[in-house]
């Protein structure tokens, strides 16, 4: 158990819909990143927070967005949901941005 | 730009040796990771190398050549539950926050 946790576990929704995933960091953890992960491309960076504040983006669509709360919670949002963003959703935290990272378990999202 | 490669696939028998390599092009160095993901499952911290040279944790050890752009990750004693992908991953752009990742070395153990 690394200490992160993602809510929900699996979740399964039609395309054009919105849903929002959900990470805790590790306690102490100020940086949370999210990463997206589907059977061709491998895991992809979409976006990354310190301290609540934006730091980096990544492979990350329009149709998504993410934010990090004063409690250093995050929350990726994503709408107008295609067959294509079907994947695994990683949340990941470190304590600073030059430590290693630790991954909560995921989100299986499936898109009908 | 930069790019990470690490051979597809492995299979090794249990309790042998096995190498897993990676080659990485990055702008600005920062250390390289070492993951282990089972399937389905979210990847795991292994290692962290920033140095050149051998850093060895228990029955596993990463090994970094910055020159050359490579790194290897060396299992020792194989056991079935390491049957898993390996990713290997460096900080985007010379930062030390998101990492680039490769696609993954899946390691099959067999009896």
């Known amino acids: 158990d690394s200490g992160v946790t993602q809510t929900p576990k699996h979740l399964i929704t039609a395309t054009g819909q919105r849903v929002t995933l959900r990470c805790s960091p590790r306690s102490g953890d100020l940086s949370v990143y999210w990463y997206q992960q589907s059977l061709d491309q491998g895991l992809q960076f979409l976006i990354q927070y310190y301290n609540g504040e934006e730091r980096a983006k990544g492979n990350i669509l329009e149709r998504f967005s993410a934010q990090q709360f004063p409690d250093l919670h995050s929350e990726l949002n994503l709408s107008s949901l295609e067959l294509g963003d079907s994947a695994l959703y990683f949340c990941a935290s470190s304590v600073e941005l030059r430590s290693e990272q630790y991954f909560g378990p995921g989100t299986r999202l499936t898109v009908t | 730009g930069q790019n990470i490669d690490q051979p597809t696939e492995m299979t090794a028998t249990e309790g042998a040796i096995v190498q897993i390599n990676c080659t990485y092009q990055?702008?600005?160095?920062?250390?390289l990771f070492w993951y282990q993901q089972h399937a389905g499952e979210a990847p795991t911290f292994l290692s962290y190398n920033v140095l050149d040279g051998l850093e060895e944790k228990g029955r596993f050890s990463s090994f970094l050549s910055r020159s050359k752009g490579y790194s290897y990750l060396l299992l020792k004693e194989l056991q079935m539950k390491d049957s898993a992908s390996y990713l290997c991953?460096?900080?985007?752009?010379?930062?030390?926050?998101?990492?680039?990742f490769g696609k993954g070395t899946k390691l099959s153990v067999k009896p």
């Open positions: 991953a460096v900080p985007r752009g010379g930062s030390q926050g998101n990492l680039i």
């Open positions: 990055t702008s600005g160095f920062n250390g």
